[in-house]
């Protein structure tokens, strides 16, 4: 049997949920392989396997490039051999395979381009133009998918000179081509205008080119785009109202070509509004009325839905511009847009409902703040608030008559039209809400010719009391998280309850608000930082909301459904940061829960912003249930972060080390426990180093188990071993400053004598790095490790001895780097604490270091004058506070990868936590040694400082 078809039988067998895990473990075998990738890709290309062989090793395409392409410092980790043939090969394949297939080998291509273009690819974009077939719709796509895949990659970054360099790279050579392969489409579609199969090849090419003329355009205006702008506008209008029968389709939820294509020109039009308006400003009237027309025809069909959404917010983006918005500065045309367009797109469809039943958690994620971009309510909401920033008076007058016309409606049968009261409410938040939402405050600012309080009271309070539709509860506490910061803290107290009643709600929807309410109240603070809800209030109330929550969880165990409502476990993780202290009487059964959630889910990890919770909610157990306890919880968690470990769950390994770390760090002093002897080798061993995303959390677990198994470590000479990680570490620059934290902990722990025979070869690697690969960030960690060295006498370090183990790697060469980088870039360290770790290293040195008194005594006066400028301002450390950080999880990057847990995010430590007076502590020290020494320093400072340089030390030396 061939290696092809053996690789493509594991393959078939990792979609077999039986057999997965170990196929998928087979694989990863090969993968050590030579030209293991080349296999992946003619499984890929060739028809003689069935699609979905084919898909699977595209997968593993990818995630294979993902994790071998380079190495964190860029360096290729394939043979030359097949690095060559990939980038040879995998353009002409993309185009060739069936869409599903396009779109990870897509990804793949993105992944090679962040490392090799466009220096290391420079001719991916000539070979792109060069497969261009003007009249080849099919193939040109597949070309287009490529460039897109690419490309798209500039959208989210910030403008740097290397960013712009690619990017001019690219658009002199390929805007021309791709302006005239827009026109020759344009042509082919005129000319194909009855011929559906071409038609909708054609659209499909259209909208890839409108997916990269915004790509093309998201940095910067292209001299050859501004140069055409005329055409372009044109080509944009004529398919923004482009209508042939041949593109509808009956499908009432999926977009089709006609859709797609409108939708991506709202978008392109969008960003040009918004970073061109001085070029493009002479274009946009047409297009105002051609959105407008749309608006007020277009069905109320889901498959227009992104449709809609874009050109609200391409209008919406209109009247930002006080020039543009005084296209809507009447109030026929408000009252016009308010009944014709906003109130349409507010309004509940059926397929809401339908969702909100049959879906709610994908209700609830497209419903909440910042993740609900393309539904027709948001977009319409947000411009109806951006008119009335506009033209407030005018605006808040017509939009309240609609609203109290709502009610009516609804006061008049509210069985029949609770749906009028959902609108209403819809136009008030958009009415009243002025700026932009936070994640942790909501609304902050409103308009000032509304009520949020009396709307509330007269409206919605009702509704969190009595027995309404679950809707228009959503609606009433909704409206709290929204104006959450609006909202007074006494309001807050007779609300509070009713919240809390509401997570026992039988209807999901209802039960997952309020728990997004109640964990973002929680999390409030009031003007003086203390929290909004007092925590007295809900400690008592803990044990019971955390079974109910827990309940919720865990009522069907399956691993996708235990997952599926990350803002419960938001909510529990919430709780237990709130009740602190008062952790200890929850703790037993919190930590029971969570033991039995972290086993479920291990076993098919699938929604990252619920697992990340779930670890933090278990990170605060740690961190509150206090030190006595950690030797007993630690007991519990191990063998469920050991099954995690030793069946390699990717996405959880990072965290449990941080958690494991977290134990093992709140009682340092207490031997090693015995369960964790076991894992010492593993984690000394090369293969968990190389998946990056642990690297943080590894160093930090290594670092806590070296503090507490010393003495395990000296018996199985496994110093040498830690060392070998330091180096590996301080090699690279991502990694450079871990390298040194690890090292630190090792001198730290470990005596001089127990580390004398490494210290040459220690310090070797430091000055190798510091002369080949010298970059500001790793001078900075050097200055910071040197002064760790020198300011540590009293464990025998200290300056003498950092020179002595210098002249054994070459004689003299402190002298060198003392003055030319040492004392010059201490001034630049940035972080107080470093800066005071500085100021003790040389107050050391200056006191009792015998090497500046006979060997360097002209380093003497340069160190004082060095110290007295660190003391001109005497750097405050930061103390060290109970607060935990809040993380915007919208923006976090999940996945395999380090993910910081904040429960348990590791203090910054002060060693000299002592010296709270600076200069006082300066000055005695060195009257303290001048004593010792028998006067030596009072004579030094005589004969070589300043006279300012005297009076401000003399100064000193006398508080």
């Not at 360099?165 to 002199?172: A, R």
């Not at 081509?177 to 071409?198: C, E, G, M, R």
């Not at 973002?520 to 930082?529: E, K, N, P, Q, Y």
């Amino acid at each position: 049997m061939s290696s092809l078809t053996q690789l493509a039988q594991l393959l078939d067998a990792s979609l077999d949920p039986r057999q997965n895990r170990e196929a998928e473990q087979k694989i990863r075998t090969e993968e050590q392989k030579p030209g293991f990738a080349l296999l992946l890709l003619q499984i890929t290309a060739s028809t003689d396997f069935q699609y979905n062989t084919r898909l699977a090793s595209a997968l593993f395409f990818k995630n294979f490039i993902k994790r071998n392409w380079t190495d964190v410092e860029g360096n290729y980790k394939l043979p030359h051999q097949d690095v060559t043939t990939v980038k040879t090969e995998l353009v002409g394949l993309m185009i060739s395979v069936p869409k599903g297939i396009q779109t990870q080998l897509g990804e793949a291509i993105s992944i090679i381009a962040d490392s090799d273009f466009w220096e290391r690819w420079d001719t991916l974009v000539d070979d792109l133009i060069s497969r261009l077939k003007p009249g080849d719709p099919v193939v040109n796509a597949g070309v287009l998918q490529v460039a897109h895949s690419i490309f798209v990659r500039w959208r989210p970054l910030f403008r740097s000179d290397d960013l712009f360099t690619e990017i001019n790279h690219v658009l002199s050579k390929f805007a021309q081509p791709f302006l005239s392969l827009w026109q020759s489409l344009d042509s082919y579609i005129d000319n194909h205008s009855t011929d559906k199969v071409a038609l909708q090849n054609a659209f499909t090419e259209l909208d890839l080119v409108l997916q990269l003329f915004y790509d093309l355009s998201c940095q910067d205006l292209s001299p050859v785009f501004e140069d055409h702008l005329e055409g372009i506008s044109g080509l944009l209008l004529k398919y923004l109202v482009y209508n042939n029968s041949l593109l509808h389709t009956d499908d009432e939820d999926t977009a089709g070509p006609l859709e797609n294509t409108k939708a991506n020109i709202f978008e392109a039009l969008t960003l040009y509004i918004g970073k061109y308006y001085d070029d493009f400003s002479k274009h946009v009237t047409s297009f105002v009325e051609s959105s407008w027309n749309l608006l007020t025809t277009t069905g109320a069909e889901p498959k227009n839905d992104i449709l809609v959404s874009k050109a609200l917010l391409f209008l919406t983006s209109i009247g930002g511009i006080n020039e543009q918005a005084q296209t809507f500065n009447n109030p026929n045309i408000q009252t016009q847009i308010i009944e014709k367009v906003v109130i349409p797109n507010v309004a509940l469809r059926d397929s809401d409902i339908e969702m909100f039943e049959d879906e709610p958690i994908e209700f609830i994620r497209r419903d909440l703040e910042g993740s609900d971009s393309e539904t027709r309510r948001r977009a319409a909401g947000d411009f109806l608030q951006q008119l009335s920033d506009q033209f407030e008076q005018s605006v808040t007058q017509i939009t309240m008559t609609y609203i109290e016309k709502a009610l009516q409606d609804f006061q008049s049968n509210p069985e029949a039209n609770w749906r009028s009261k959902d609108t209403a409410v819809s136009l008030f938040f958009a009415l009243a809400s002025k700026g932009a939402r936070t994640s942790t405050h909501g609304v902050t600012k409103t308009n000032s010719l509304v009520d949020i309080g009396d709307f509330f009271s007269k409206y919605l309070a009702t509704d969190l009391q009595g027995d309404t539709q679950p809707l228009l509860k959503v609606d009433a506490i909704k409206y709290l998280y929204v104006f959450r910061s609006i909202i007074t803290k006494d309001q807050w107290q007779q609300v509070m309850p009713l919240l809390v009643n509401h997570l026992g709600n039988s209807n999901y929807c209802v039960y997952t608000y309020a728990a997004v309410a109640v964990e973002r109240v929680l999390a409030m603070g009031d003007d003086s930082g203390k929290p909004l809800i007092d925590p007295n209030n809900i400690t008592p109330l803990a044990s019971s909301l955390l079974e109910h929550l827990f309940g919720l969880v865990e009522k069907d165990r399956a691993p996708e459904k235990v997952q599926e409502n990350e803002f419960i476990m938001r909510c529990i993780m919430r709780v237990l940061i709130v009740v602190r202290e008062g952790i200890a009487s929850v703790a037993h059964s919190a930590l029971q829960h969570l033991t039995t959630i972290t086993t479920i889910i291990a076993a098919n990890p699938s929604n990252p912003r619920f697992y990340y919770y779930h670890f933090e909610s278990l990170g605060a157990l740690i961190r509150f249930t206090g030190a006595a306890q950690s030797e007993a919880l630690g007991s519990v968690l191990f063998a469920p972060f050991l099954a995690i470990l030793s069946n390699g769950v990717e996405e959880f390994i990072p965290y449990v080390f941080q958690l494991m770390a977290a134990l093992l760090e709140n009682e340092p002093d207490k031997p090693l426990p015995s369960q964790y002897e076991p894992l010492i080798a593993p984690i000394l061993a090369p293969s968990l180093w190389e998946q990056r995303g642990n690297v943080p959390a590894l160093v930090r677990l290594l670092s806590a188990i070296i503090v507490r198994g010393k003495q395990q470590l000296i018996t199985a000479n496994q110093i040498e071993h830690v060392l070998g990680i330091f180096q590996k570490l301080v090699a690279t620059k991502v990694f450079e400053s871990y390298g040194v934290d690890l090292l630190e902990t090792v001198i730290s722990t470990f005596t001089p004598s127990d580390l004398e025979q490494y210290w040459v070869h220690v310090l070797n690697i430091l000055l190798t790095r510091l002369q080949s690969k010298q970059t500001q960030a790793f001078t900075s960690r050097f200055i910071r490790f040197y002064h760790f060295v020198s300011s540590r006498t009293e464990q025998g370090l200290g300056a003498d001895f950092f020179i002595a183990a210098t002249d054994r790697v070459q004689q003299d060469v402190f002298r060198q780097l003392y003055v030319g980088i040492i004392l010059p870039k201490t001034q630049e360290l940035a972080r107080p604490l470093d800066r005071k770790v500085a100021a003790i290293s040389l107050t050391k040195t200056l006191a009792d270091s015998e090497a500046f008194v006979s060997r360097y005594p002209k380093g003497w006066p340069l160190t004082c004058n060095a110290l007295l400028k660190l003391l001109e301002d005497p750097p405050v450390p930061p103390k060290s506070d109970d607060h935990i950080a809040e993380l915007d999880v919208e923006d976090s990057g999940f996945g395999v990868g380090f993910t910081q847990l904040n429960t348990v995010r590791p203090p910054n430590k002060d060693p000299f936590a002592d010296v709270t007076d600076l200069r006082a502590w300066v000055g005695h020290y060195l009257k303290a040694a001048d004593q010792r020494h028998g006067g030596r320093i009072g004579k030094t400072v005589e004969e070589t400082l300043s006279p300012d340089a005297k009076k401000v030390l003399s100064s000193y030396m006398m508080l």
